[in-house]
């Protein structure tokens, strides 16, 4: 099926698709959410509800473009709440405006409704059936294949409009492709499904043809002369609440019931299991309002009492050019099957040893809040036990464990770590805090703690919004601390942590007083080299004194010498 997708990067596991999923055909794998397509009947609920829109629908369009340019005709089932959508009634110019994007012929499904109400008069007239439920909503009949398939013998074998309206087109126009245009999701299971009778190739919807129109810039406002309408115009209310049950001329002794919106149509199918009810016919539909409230109308805002006001329960008799596709009479077959989907139930040991992994050891325990998309903790049990469900997936357990952890932390920090409030008394702090200032937990908290008195690190850290770090004494002056003082201004509350700095600051003196000491030797070892240098020199001048004078003498000796030698 694959119809509504996911975008990963948008989901954010807030889990609000499976709280509003009405029937949890949502499970949470791998960090991320998926459609159980078993399960799912495309309500349009989750992707209604995504606060992130991480849920979105299948895009046919480029498929419907490839059937345009492969050159066969292309015909248009256009489903009557487009009045609603794009804001006329105007067929005429939606005809002309729709030709333009590529389409060879443009009819309203309220052709296909015509012939199938009158299918459900003639089984009424039959007596065959004891209860008859209207499968015109393509949702219903997904609904009952998989919730409750002990309604089946209920569903009238009758194809929905939308696919009688194709086979009928089909019958007029000879080798066509047929696409059909609404606000439903389901009716592009229904084209899919094999059962329904494949008479539709894509299905889009309002969304789609309101994007081609912007991306071709086609505004609806010329019309089609060409245009052709239908024999019963009555049938163009089929989308409104009771649309189906107002166009059907005898009941035959059938009391008719309309139900809408898919809570009230589990309600009442339910109802219909257990209690006996004999000839009524029920016209259902999933979404609230009828077909005028579907999931694309929704998700686009339209009001659903302006769309409901623009289909008139008093249309004329006929319209002046009815297609040649309403002209005709084909048989309008429908099957269906059962396509039940059973969860397993744990034993209740198996139940115990579930809940336990999520922190449900008790009864007690079992909180019920809600929040993991399930109603109670052991319904999210059961989902796990299918494989649905992950047991992270329980809020209140991932908070105790967070905070678990971090009180854990806290507790066996090797720093203390003291919170305040704005007035600088202590709300919470940890052992080692006590130990460094020298206070009890039980008598500290609402007070001030006394080595913090006159403290000015609380008013810069207000003041200057930063981490003011300071050297303060703890319980007494051997205790030397290193403060770091955090404000948090959301909380308006202060955080101070706490270092015992007693023995780094002990060898910083130590380190100190033996630089002092190795400064001292060393003064004294250069005078003592001064004062050896000086004798040396000393005595080196007095040698060379000597040396000099005796040099002097020798030289002369000779000059002498050399003298009387002449």
Known sequence: MNIIKLNAQNCQN???????????????????????????????TCMETCPRGAKYVRHNAPLVKELIKSGKPVYVSLAPSYTGFFGTSDFQKMSAALKKLGFAGVEETAIGAAKVSHEYEKLMQSGQMNNI??????????????????????????????????????????????????????????????????????????????????????????????????????????????GIIKTIREFSGYTPVAVDGIDRCMEFFQSMSE?????????????????????????????????????????????????????????????????????????????RSILARFGKMTPEDELNCGSCGY??????????????????????????????????????????????????????????????????????????????????????????????????????EKIRLELSMVYLPQNDMFIAFAKDISDEEANKDQLNNLRMSTVNVAQNVIEKQMRVAQEIASLLGETTAETKVALTRLKRSIEDIEEISE
């Open 14 to 44: 807030c889990f609000k698709c499976i709280r509003e999923c009405p029937l949890k055909a949502i499970e949470f794998k791998n960090a991320k959410t998926e459609i159980i397509e078993d399960a799912c009947v495309l309500c349009g």
């Open 375 to 476: 109603a109670t903790c052991r319904e999210k049990a059961i989902a796990v036990y299918n494989g649905k469900a992950d047991v992270t997936m329980c809020l209140p357990f991932l908070r105790e464990q967070a905070e678990n952890k971090s009180s854990m932390i806290i507790a066996h920090s090797p720093n203390g770590i003291v919170a305040f409030d704005a007035d600088m008394n202590v709300t919470e702090l940890n052992p080692k805090a006590e130990e460094l200032f020298g206070v009890d937990r039980a008598e500290i908290i609402g007070q001030m703690i006394p080595a913090l008195y006159g403290e000015t690190a609380f008013d810069e850290a207000r003041d200057y919004k930063r981490t003011i770090v300071k050297k303060i004494e703890g319980a007494n």
């Open 133 to 242: 439920i209207a499968t015109a909503c393509s949702s219903v009949v997904m609904l009952i294949e998989q919730h409750f398939p002990q309604l089946l013998p209920m569903l009238a074998p009758v194809s929905s409009p939308m696919m009688a309206h194709a086979r009928l087109m089909r019958e007029a126009y000879g080798d066509i492709y047929v696409v059909f245009i609404g606000p439903c999701l389901s009716k592009m299971h229904e084209a899919e499904d094999p059962l329904a009778g494949g008479m539709v190739d894509i299905v889009l919807n309002y969304r789609d043809i309101n994007k081609w129109f912007a991306e071709e810039g086609i505004t609806i406002e010329a019309d089609d002369p060409d245009a052709h309408g239908v024999c019963e115009p009555v049938m163009r209310i089929y989308p409104k609440q009771e």
């Open 275 to 351: 209690d006996k009810m004999e000839h009524i016919f029920v016209e259902a539909n999933i979404c609230a309002g009828g077909c005028i409230g579907g999931p694309i109308m929704r998700k686009e805002r339209k009001s659903l009492i302006r769309s409901t006001m623009m289909l008139s329960d008093k249309p004329a008799a006929v319209d002046q050019t009815p297609a040649e596709s309403a002209k005709l009479e084909a048989p309008l077959p429908r099957v269906f099957a059962n396509r039940e989907v059973k969860l397993k139930m744990p034993t209740e040991e198996e139940m």
